[in-house]
């Protein structure tokens, strides 16, 4: 009788084994530390550099003081890695920059991206009026992610010129949290 306990320890051990061996441990020798940048763990920033990033097709604001929607679309070509927080943006119109605001309401959900998956984020703005200083002709939007600071990519903005709150002041325009792709 003693067949019967050995075949269970061993079922045990090996479940045991199989239990171990997939989803949570380190991999090629990793240190083991959560977070930062770089290395391409799973708790590591996504930079925009490892990511494909596709700016529109807006809804575009038709004239002065109507809203507009610009998407953005990003897709992970890397390891894995994390979108935590709010993405950054920056209008440019020659050597003015403006940096837009998280939209007050936006609460940010903490995304881990692996090669392939998609995330998204939409600005939304104020279309301005073509002259006067309440405007900015922003011909350049620049975005970045959080946690990867440096990392930029810059795309034309096409969408006319958007409102300011106030004479050379901040854009009215707000960035949305991320999403994933299909939520």
Known sequence: MRAAPLAVTALAAALLLTACGSGGGDDGGSSGKAGGTGSGKAGDACAVGQLGVEVGPANVAPGPGDSGDVPVSLTNQSA???????????????????????????????????????????????RGGAAGGKSLAAKTLSISMPGAAGDVKSFPWSYGPVALKSAG???????????RAGD
């Open 80 to 126: 894995p890695c994390t979108l935590d927080g709010i993405p950054g943006a920056v209008l440019k119109a020659g050597d003015t920059s403006t940096t837009v605001p998280g939209a007050s309401d936006a609460k940010p959900e903490k995304l881990t991206l692996v090669k392939g998956e998609s995330a998204t984020f939409t600005l939304t703005y104020v």
């Open 169 to 179: 002041g901040a854009p009215d325009a707000s960035v949305g949290p991320f999403t």
